[in-house]
């Protein structure tokens, strides 16, 4: 995707280290693996276990959609604190560092890139505008400065330009804060809405890596560019949308009381996209065995996470570091391949809705939807294409240790001046039961185990 559309970003992993095996954290949606990012830590420690999650039993109430700051407040009420992990920076602040994030994806994505900013002293600014962000005292200058907010229309050429501008304009000119995170919203939502393969995804594509370079030369004119490390990164990849089902109405359909929000109706909770949770609104293992069951007999579904032990063909959820008190006992993948979709571009699969059908989705286990970029500029780095596994819970520790300082997190320091000697162990689950088989691919080193791929067999 990144060769003959985004060159300047090409030939910085080209020149530097870059992980080719890079992948995401299961679910590979943004809030979660924003959140991995933050804290260095899988879903199962940080606890945004999903970009829309119920919470069971005694805090159960309206869903919590990460997306919106208000609902991550109330969470906070609900459940005590939106973020179980502590966060690169805290971490940070920890050591009187600073940290500035320009952010462009929802409001309440630019919250849990650093959860705790307000009380850091750190900033965070969001394209949204002060409304969308726990420092709103830092958007009138960058007003001032970079001009009106942009259109949110995919797509988002507008936001990416600005983004740039904040980005060289205010955080790599003025007052420069130790770590500086710029979060582009291109071409995630241009893949979305537009296609993968459209003219607005190369378009995006072609605006982000404008400002890549804009970001990089920048760095490079300041006064600080013989000690700056520069990192690139994606959160997840996408698959392009083949067919769409009403999972909700399947289930109903078969005599199960599912839907999305609770009512007198519903029995089940459910969420989707490309993979999603059925949670009983009151514990019940035996309804979460017949829902096993259902979803193992239908087409549509690629894989089932659930205690192996009630569900028979379930794969654990401490498989894919779902074991967090918030984590459904029920989770299901929808069905993908890795056949060519539009344009020849590999990766299709069903999903339950979220996007136009032909969209780009993500969410699932599929290798074209866990396959992240990752490249490091370090001062006296090395430069090769590395094979081992990273993952987002590796950015963190490895930002602090270029810094001096240790992180205890999930992740890993990737190997940034010496390629590590240790080798990689393919780890292959796989479960099923009657037709229904599936097969979860982890890779693992140094006692983590980072997820590959997965998908029905
Ligand atoms: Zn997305």
Redesign the pocket.
Known sequence: MIVGRMPVLGAFLDDNLWFRNARSVFPS??RVCTTSVATGAWPGRHGIVNNQFHLGGDLGGPLVDTARIDRLLELKDRAGAIVTADSLGQRLAADGRSMMAIHCGSAGSGLLVNHAVHELGHRTFSVHGADATLTPEIVPDILATCGPLPGDEAPKLDTVAYTGRVATEVALAQDQSDVTLVWLPEP??S??FCGIHSDGAEQAMRAADAVFAEILQSIADGPHADTTAIIAMSD?G?IATSALIDLAGLLRADGFRAGHEPDDNTDILLTGGNMGELRPMTPDPRLIADLGRWLMLRDEIGMVFADPARVDGALAPEAVHQTHPRSADLLYVMRSDETAGPGGIPGIGVFTGGVPLGG???GGLNRYEMNTVLGFSVPDGRCAADDMPASLIDIAPTVLDLLGANFDSDGRVLPLFEAEQEPALVEIHEAGSGDFRQRLVRSGIGGRSYLIEGGRV
């Open positions: 949606v943004t995630d939502t893949f979305h997840h996408q780009g989705m993500h």
